[in-house]
Structure formats: structure tokens, C-alpha cells
């Protein structure tokens, strides 16, 4: 259907725009771009735990699997610039233990001569050393995409809450103008009974009330396409200061 196809070309259009944000952001360090590419997040928000970074390193402990710990660390060092060198410990420590628990992994793969499960561990360790090698320049990096990402998302959400609104304000006028309709027509048959002098004052007074509608609205059209333009507007400013920060970037 084509509401189907217009909704997955809009997710296909985000996903070559993160990938091209990230690759511009990376430029010719392609092991970089590779590493990110499968560590960083469109949205943060949902994708991140909402847990205090130390309840999943206990956690991470206790099982063994310090992923959502390293995601947590890597998110919170790009917003607290101030502790950058503090997070990047704490990356490298978790990178660390990630690597023990991997290569005990690759050990038993190896003893029990399950070679192709062995050789994919051996990548996974390849991954955690070359985090604990470049955290900063990953930081740096992650710190300039989430940043970018956010203020996509603070721009969307209040996108979404114009739409929301100017819908409920639309179903409103809906209501409003059936209601008044119907008003109407029962004043008219009201009117059809009357005779002589009653008449002509109801009548003169039914026409004014349906002029004063008309100017309503044709009034609120004119304020949803001023609605339009200021939205053309927003749209427009958006992009101008999105083009402004790739060029502050690109200066970078």
C-alpha cells in the first residue's frame, strides 16, 4: 500500500542520512567508521539503558555481558565533556574485562575444536582492543554524532506536538462547525413557521449569523496557511542550521 511504502522509503532516507552523518564524521578512518557503525545509536534514548551507568557495570559483572555498560559509558562521556578523561577509563577498563570474559570464550571454542566459533570470538577481542587503542578519537566522534542526533530529535519531537496539536485543533473546528450547522437548519425550519414581521426579523437575523460564520471561516483558513508558512519556516531554519553545524564540523 502506499502509505507502507511512503513510511519505509522515510526509514530507508533516516538510515543513508546517519550513515552519511557518521561517514563525514569519520572521513577516511574506515575502521573507525566500522567500529561506530555498530556501536552508535539513532536514538539514545530508547536504545541506551535508562539504568546509572554503576548498576550496569555490577551488573555486566555478575553476567558477563558489558555491552549496555559500554553503551551507557560511551553516551555519557559525549554529554559530560568536563569528565571526558574519567570516561574514557572507565571504556577502556570495561573494553578490558569484555576481552578477558571473550577470550575464556575463545579458549573452550578452541579445546573443543569449534574453529569458526573460535576465529568469530577472535574478531570480538580484535573489536574491544582497537576500543581500549582509540577511546578518545571514539568518544570524539560519538560525542559529535549524538550531539547532532539530539538536536534531530528535539526538533522532531516538537514537530510531532505542532501536528498533534493543529489536529485536535482541526477535530475541534469539525465539531464546532457540525454543531453550528445543525443549529442552523433547525433555526431555518424554526423560521419557515413564523409569519410577517416575527419572519422578517428572524430571517435578517439568520443571515448575519451565516455571514459571521462564513467570515469564521474563512478566517481560520487563513490562519492554517499562515500555520503552512510558519511551518515552511521552521522547516527552512532547521536546515539552515543543520548546514551550518556540517560546515562547523567539516572546519573541525
Known sequence: ????????????????KEISLLKSLCGDD???YVFLSHNLYENPFTAISEKHLDVLIKEAEKSGDFGQAVDKAIFEGTQNPEEGERYIKVIQNLA???M???EQEKEKAEKE?????????ELRIE??????????????????????????????ERREAR?????????????????????REARKKEISKMRGEEKREAETQYKREELEAKERKEARAEEREEEDR????????????????KKERRGN
Do not use: P
Request: charged share 55%.
Open 113 to 121: 575444536g569449534l574453529t569458526d566459533r573460535a576465529a568469530s570470538l
Open 96 to 98: 578490558s574485562k569484555t
Open 127 to 156: 573489536n574491544q582492543k582497537f576500543m581500549i587503542e582509540r577511546t578518545e578519537d571514539i568518544v570524539k566522534v560519538a560525542s559529535q554524532f549524538y550531539n547532532e542526533k539530539l538536536v534531530e530529535l528535539g526538533e522532531d
Open 30 to 32: 574506515e575502521k573507525l
Open 163 to 183: 501536528v498533534k496539536e493543529r489536529k485536535m485543533e482541526e477535530s475541534d473546528e469539525w465539531r464546532r462547525g457540525r454543531l453550528e450547522e445543525a443549529e
Open 230 to 245: 510558519e511551518e515552511r519556516r521552521i522547516k527552512e531554519q532547521e536546515e539552515a542550521e543543520r548546514e551550518a553545524r
Open 100 to 102: 578477558r570474559v571473550i
Open 1 to 16: 500500500m502506499w502509505w507502507k511504502k511512503k513510511k519505509e522509503e522515510k526509514e530507508e532516507e533516516k538510515e543513508e
